[in-house]
């Protein structure tokens, strides 16, 4: 069982590389202006979580699963060829609402300010 810096190793090189692969190789118009958030590979290397967003937000979110989906048989080969491991764990999608969430709380922690700086002037 790898430790876990092999791990995070592990999963650092599939991120990068499915991001090189977004950017130069995969066309699907489904998968046009996302990114890869984070990639957790679990301890015996039988599957990688890649956890990805977009920059509409959640509107396009099943949309762009089901085309990762779709071309996950692809993405798994091409990541094989380029992350050297024996066995290649099998890949699973998920959506990540962190950065939409973080985008709300910064709206409300600005309208707080302003709020805040137009109460103290008279």
Known sequence: MPSG??????????????????IREISDPRLQLIYVTDVKVDKELTYADIFVSAVEGTIRSKEILNGLESASGFIRRTLAGRVDLRVFPRLRFHWDPTPENADR??????????????????
Do not use: H, T, W, Y
């Not at 810096?5 to 977004?22: G, V, Y």
């Not at 709206?107 to 707080?112: F, N, P, S």
């Open 105 to 122: 709380i910064e709206k409300v922690l600005a309208e707080i300010r302003q709020k805040g700086n137009s109460a103290g002037k008279p």
């Open 5 to 22: 810096l092999r791990l995070q190793r592990i999963a650092d090189r599939i991120r990068q590389e499915f991001s090189d692969m977004l």
